[in-house]
């Protein structure tokens, strides 16, 4: 898993998937990620956020998804449709759309917690350090140890 300078006191991360793409449709001129990119997404409890290559960013708090549906095209990659709204501050404003793809896998579960999240259901803490060496992380993952 990654540590992460940007979370705050209480915030942990629980899911990361690296070699996705993404993509924010919106009306707003001034919205990020106008085109696709490629990067690395992370879940913790309180937030996803989008990094790409050098520095790039953009976070938006579980409050902020509207909705989460799933894809599973016959040729291609899965991916996700999250319907957000922009968070205040955020630099642009109004609903969006982030796409998600997942190019070496992990949709399916990384949407699963997604969705718990996005509904309120955040998982209990636990002390377990992540010492993985994997493209993908889940909760479920340490059940399955």
């Known amino acids: 898993m990654t540590t992460d300078s940007r979370l705050q006191p209480g915030e942990r991360v629980l899911a990361e998937v690296k ?8 009306s707003c001129p001034t919205a990020p990620l106008q085109s696709s990119t ?10 996803f956020e989008l990094l790409w290559p050098p520095s790039g960013h953009l976070w938006l708090p ?9 894809q599973q095209p016959i040729f291609g990659a899965n991916y996700i ?3 957000v709204q922009a968070p205040a501050g955020a630099g642009w404003e109004g609903p969006g759309n982030v796409t998600i793809s997942f190019q070496s896998g992990g949709c399916i579960e990384f949407s699963r917690a997604l969705v718990r999240l ?8 636990d002390n ?3 010492d993985q060496d994997d493209s993908r992380t889940t909760p479920d993952d340490k059940k399955n140890k």
């Open 19 to 26: 070699k996705v793409s993404f993509l924010l449709k919106s």
């Open 38 to 47: 490629e990067g690395s997404i992370i879940l913790t409890n309180t937030k």
């Open 62 to 70: 579980l409050n902020c998804i509207r909705g989460v549906q799933v």
């Open 81 to 83: 449709d999250v319907a």
């Open 118 to 125: 996005s509904q309120g259901h955040v998982p209990a803490p």
């Open 128 to 130: 377990e350090t992540a």
